[in-house]
């Protein structure tokens, strides 16, 4: 569901398939950890997401707050996972692209 990868100074968390509740509390812990503990820039890769839920928004605005500029940004984001960040004003606070 989520690898991590540090690139160019850089954490890349790649996620995949269904970001539903059930998915986002499973991985919610250790993707907080990965981050908190890098302190590093941090991006997410969301080329192979085909859904989010608003437990995955929580997630990523978890993940902002323990980066070091409150900042993350989202890559590869398919049209109908960008709405959903644009529909909870998430994309005014964070790089969607």
Known sequence: MVKYEEVEGCLVCY???RMDTVASMKIEDD???QVL???LPTVFDLKDVTFVSSAFFR?????ARAT??????MI???PLVREGFRIT?????????
């Open 37 to 39: 503990r890098r302190r």
């Open 15 to 17: 996620f995949e398939g």
């Open 76 to 78: 590869n984001t398919p």
């Open 31 to 33: 993707v907080f950890d």
């Open 89 to 97: 004003g998430l994309d005014a606070i964070m790089d969607v692209k």
């Open 68 to 73: 070091n500029e409150m900042k993350i940004t």
């Open 59 to 63: 997630i990523c605005l978890k993940a």
